[in-house]
């Protein structure tokens, strides 16, 4: 399996530019995460997804923020427009939800590493 | 409302020898399970172990150990014999049965000196 795959590894843009990152999980894993890991915060969760569909989103900072997910196999984080706070490595996670009584593994894609300038 | 709170925020050690790195964690629930990845400098996120609040036995894996204590909420984390492979950081994190997300502590870095 080629695990979570996230595009792009890295990102620099000006501030006011839209950003977008791609993801990618794992075949079969029906949730899938966005975290964000800064310095001053560490690893935060954004929003996630359990068969598609936005489950959590209270960790969104702001309406600058969006996510989608079309499809099982496919999703994006969307920064519009981008602010240099927003610098952060964004992190995308998936995992095959366990039910009333498990808990996930997550398994994390490599990062998406964002500089804001 | 969970919480994990790794108090060691950066830890040197010479090769070889041993590292306890820890975590307390509090939360509501009465079963929860706890994990613990590594970022190693490379920057991913690799998964450890997963305990459930159910199994206080402790858990050993090659010079990896894990030691669940539920009198003291706490899960920590030995290293036999360090290596310089070793150096990352290292996130303890608490997920409520049935729950989807992951919340994570801090990290501990640990750098292993040769």
């Known amino acids: 399996d080629a695990g979570v795959i996230q595009s792009p590894r890295h990102e620099v843009t000006e501030m006011g530019q839209e950003v977008t990152l791609r993801c990618k999980p794992i075949s079969g894993h029906n949730s899938l995460f966005w975290y964000r890991q800064t310095m001053m915060r560490g690893l935060e969760l954004l929003i996630y997804f359990n068969n598609n569909v936005p489950i959590d989103d209270s960790g969104m900072p702001e309406d600058r923020f969006s996510a989608k997910m079309p499809n099982a196999s496919f999703s994006t984080l969307k920064i519009q427009p981008s602010e240099p706070r927003d610098s952060a490595v964004y992190f995308c996670?998936?995992?095959?939800?366990?039910?009333?009584?498990?808990?996930?593994?997550?398994?994390f894609g490599a990062g998406s590493r964002l500089t804001v300038l | 409302a969970q919480k994990v709170t790794q108090a060691q925020t950066e830890i040197s050690v010479v090769e070889k020898e041993d590292v306890t790195l820890d975590c307390v964690y509090e939360?509501?629930?009465?079963?929860?399970?706890l994990f613990w990845y590594k970022q190693p400098p490379s920057g991913e996120l690799v998964f450890l172990i997963r305990?459930?609040?159910?199994?206080?036995q402790n858990e050993i894996s090659g010079r990896y150990s894990w030691n669940f204590q539920k009198s003291t909420s706490s899960f920590n984390f030995t290293i036999t014999a360090s290596q310089v492979v070793d150096s990352a950081v290292y996130f303890c994190?608490?997920?409520?049965?049935?729950?989807?997300?992951?919340?994570f502590g801090t990290g501990t870095r640990l750098t292993v000196i040769p």
């Open positions: 939360t509501r629930d009465t079963t929860y399970y």
């Open positions: 994190a608490l997920s409520d049965i049935g729950a989807n997300n992951l919340f």
């Open positions: 305990r459930n609040s159910f199994d206080e």
């Open positions: 996670a998936s995992s095959i939800r366990q039910g009333a009584r498990g808990a996930n593994v997550l398994t």
